[in-house]
């Protein structure tokens, strides 16, 4: 990942209780943790061991079960 300027806010102590970033970063994490997560869907399902489809068969039965 790009790297990210962050900004803390700290209590009275200077115990780190916040963190403030720009919204580019924010935004880039956020696409960061998206890809992530699809690649642990993906890791699931390949690990799950059930048949496999064509992209173009499962597209079909949603759009059927959607009519």
């Known amino acids: 990942m790009a790297s990210i300027k962050e900004h803390y806010i ?7 209780i916040s ?10 994490m956020l696409q960061e943790l998206e890809e992530l997560e ?6 699931r399902a ?5 048949d496999t489809i064509p992209f173009e068969q499962a597209v079909d039965e949603i759009n059927k079960t959607s009519e």
């Open 10 to 16: 700290v209590d009275k102590n200077g115990k780190r």
């Open 19 to 28: 963190v403030l970033l720009s919204i580019k970063d924010y935004g880039k």
């Open 38 to 43: 699809s690649i642990r869907a993906y890791d």
């Open 46 to 50: 390949k690990k799950s061991g059930d």
